[in-house]
């Protein structure tokens, strides 16, 4: 920190200090302590939604007409697109965990979104090679010639794998990056904060519209060159503007590896498993005052007792020896402790929210192939392209935040009490509700299709409803779940906290891909019986699988419920300054976070 900032630091006092400096351990771009009006909220974090914007945009209008363009352009069969996109989407959603890693421990999330947004257009600019470069370009289905499918099949998976990359490191610094600039500890940006989440995800469904309407379109009717130099050019003036913020932004240090702490807790309690815990919680060990590193303090909780031996201190006659340079090996802070407790409490959520993520994947798999052999004419001369459907969930997302935002949070607070309206998890759980009630609709929409038969082709629009209960869905579930990652987690480990949410749809793309295998496999067991997935849709059987996957989350949000229920969220001990004018005392509160 420079030191006329720390004098005129010292000159404020502690009486409003807090209105005019930001002391939540963020710095400026030139290192020094964040002044509240001009850097951070919502003049920060529009920045940032732009760049969300712009790669949301580029990612749908790959990844929903992904599944067309594997079987009409390479000739896949449906189950084997599916299983690559599913594939595809596994790692794209599961690369975050490397990244959100790397931003936590040592580039810091600008940087990591830096870096991972030029990968991100190095795929961009591969993929409009693929298909504009004349050694590399496909064959148009009206012309004869002689070039290998394979090598364009090996240029074009290249780039989505880099863009892949880029999502890895993008995704999870974003997301966090854009939340740093609300200081927790000001109860004007906590609340904002709050909102954040959801517009966030208003913008991230905005650019999921124009990518499944806009590009989608001329990938089918112009060509997926022409679209790729569109995505290309959009990311590339995103970063340029995301740059252009770079003045307003708070920033995070990186603080080395987040796992470290844990292991040392770990390491700690095993080594002194065999010393009996203290009756009073408060002999353990903790820092009283972490004003070099401003870390927030955690309250003690029963839970996993057995971790709490990590912080014993074995020798009570020599407590200030061991509180000036203690062995982080074989002595933890309670705060420490309960950090390790809580990302081992959040495990079963995680894989609670799995069948979740299968549902939404079908969405950008059988959903989509579903559309492309249905009647998508609006008039006569215009056909709406398959992926275009993909749009209507995006429709119920933003309608269900918008709602819930800025009607049933302000009533609900008023109801409950709560700051949130409802707590994190009820707001998850009410999005699997909606993902049980998704499926259903589906089943029952294919088997009417199926019964209509090929003659007699229903319209698109059929598939609307389970859309858009899906994104009702959405607007509930993943929303939810990116505030409990993010909040949940210990602050050194944020953009691994959006990460484990985003790792719940990679995981589940693979669980799909896996399940998709193991119901061919039993479905037509020796041959005596025909596939629910057959080389044909219309003789496939996706209305059964689809009432499985709507038994599968009802068994699931059962055991959800009973886990949320017993769930006991972090308890903070930190200053809470109000936001009005007149001067106010910081006061020392024990906050619950829901």
């Given at each position: 920190m420079e030191k006329g900032c720390s004098n005129k630091i010292e000159r404020e006092g502690s009486q409003g200090e807090g209105e005019i400096w930001v002391n939540d351990?963020?710095?400026?771009?030139?290192?020094?302590?964040?002044?509240?009006?001009?850097?951070?909220?919502?003049?920060?974090?529009?920045?940032?939604?732009?760049?969300?914007?712009?790669?949301?945009?580029?990612?749908?209008?790959?990844?929903?007409?992904?599944?067309?363009?594997?079987?009409?352009?390479?000739?896949?069969?449906?189950?084997?697109?599916?299983?690559?996109?599913?594939?595809?989407?596994?790692?794209?959603?599961?690369?975050?965990?490397?990244?959100?890693?790397?931003?936590?421990?040592?580039?810091?999330?600008?940087?990591?979104?830096?870096?991972?947004?030029?990968?991100?257009?190095?795929?961009?600019?591969?993929?409009?090679?693929?298909?504009?470069?004349?050694?590399?370009?496909?064959?148009?289905?009206?012309?004869?010639?002689?070039?290998?499918?394979?090598?364009?099949?090996?240029?074009?998976f290249t780039a989505m794998y880099l863009i892949s990359i880029g999502t890895g490191g993008h995704k999870p610094s974003l997301e966090s990056f854009g939340a740093d600039q609300f200081d927790d500890d000001h109860a004007g940006e906590r609340k904002a904060k709050m909102s954040y989440f959801n517009w966030w995800n208003c913008a991230l469904c905005s650019g999921l519209m124009l990518g499944v309407t806009l590009i989608v379109y001329m990938q089918d009717k112009v060509s997926w060159g022409a679209a790729a130099i569109v995505l290309t050019a959009v990311m590339v003036f995103a970063l340029a503007v995301f740059l252009a913020g770079r003045p307003y932004y708070r920033y995070r240090e990186p603080e080395g590896s987040p796992l470290v702490p844990m292991l040392q807790v770990l390491a700690a309690a095993v080594t002194k498993r065999g010393l009996a815990l203290p009756e009073d919680?408060?002999?353990?060990?903790?820092?009283?005052?972490?004003?070099?590193?401003?870390?927030?303090?955690?309250?003690?909780?029963?839970?996993?007792?057995f971790l709490d031996k990590a912080a014993i201190m074995e020798h009570k006659e020599d407590t200030t020896a061991a509180a000036e340079k203690p062995n982080p090996w074989r002595l933890a802070t309670v705060t420490q402790v309960e950090e390790t407790k809580q990302v081992l409490a959040m495990i079963p959520i995680w894989l609670s929210s799995l069948p979740l993520g299968i549902c939404i994947a079908q969405g950008s798999t059988f959903f989509i192939k579903q559309a492309s052999i249905m009647d998508r004419k609006l008039v006569r001369s215009f056909e709406l392209p398959p992926a275009f459907v993909y749009s209507f969930s995006a429709i119920g997302m933003i309608l269900c935040v918008s709602f819930y935002d800025k009607i049933l949070v302000p009533f609900l607070r008023k109801t409950t009490g709560n700051e949130r309206g409802i707590n994190m998890l009820q707001r998850i759980g009410i999005g699997m509700l909606f993902s049980v009630v998704a499926m259903a609709t589906?089943?029952?929409?294919?088997?009417?299709?199926?019964?209509?038969?090929?003659?007699?082709?229903?319209?698109?629009?059929?598939?609307?409803?389970?859309?858009?209960?899906?994104?009702?869905?959405?607007?509930?579930?993943?929303v939810g779940l990116q505030e409990y990652f993010y909040d949940q987690v210990p602050d050194s480990m944020r953009s691994l906290g959006i990460a484990f949410y985003l790792s719940v749809l990679g995981a589940a793309s693979f669980l799909s891909s896996l399940l998709i295998i193991i119901v061919d496999h039993v479905t037509s067991w020796g041959g005596k019986s025909r596939s629910w997935f057959a080389?044909?849709?219309?003789?496939?059987?996706?209305?059964?699988?689809?009432?499985?996957?709507?038994?599968?989350?009802?068994?699931?949000?059962?055991?959800?419920?009973?886990?949320?229920?017993?769930?006991?969220?972090?308890?903070?001990?930190?200053?809470?300054?109000?936001?009005?004018?007149?001067?106010?005392?910081?006061?020392d509160m024990e906050d619950n976070v829901s």
């Open positions: 351990s963020s710095v400026d771009h030139m290192g020094r302590v964040p002044l509240r009006a001009s850097t951070g909220a919502w003049k920060a974090a529009l920045f940032i939604i732009v760049i969300e914007f712009s790669e949301r945009l580029s990612y749908f209008g790959l990844a929903t007409n992904l599944i067309i363009y594997l079987t009409r352009v390479l000739h896949q069969e449906v189950k084997t697109a599916a299983k690559n996109v599913n594939y595809w989407q596994g790692v794209t959603t599961l690369m975050p965990l490397f990244g959100g890693f790397i931003a936590d421990a040592y580039l810091g999330r600008f940087s990591t979104v830096l870096c991972s947004s030029v990968i991100y257009i190095l795929g961009l600019v591969l993929l409009t090679l693929s298909q504009l470069a004349p050694s590399l370009k496909p064959c148009d289905a009206a012309e004869t010639c002689h070039r290998s499918l394979h090598i364009h099949s090996t240029i074009f919680a408060a002999e353990m060990y903790e820092i009283t005052k972490p004003e070099k590193s401003k870390k927030k303090l955690l309250m003690h909780t029963d839970k996993l007792g589906a089943a029952v929409v294919e088997q009417k299709r199926l019964d209509a038969g090929v003659a007699d082709a229903m319209s698109v629009f059929w598939l609307l409803p389970q859309f858009m209960i899906l994104g009702f869905g959405d607007g509930f579930a993943l080389k044909s849709l219309n003789e496939s059987r996706l209305d059964l699988f689809y009432w499985l996957l709507a038994v599968i989350n009802a068994v699931n949000l059962c055991g959800y419920v009973y886990l949320a229920s017993r769930y006991s969220y972090k308890s903070v001990k930190r200053r809470v300054m109000g936001i009005s004018n007149s001067s106010e005392e910081d006061e």
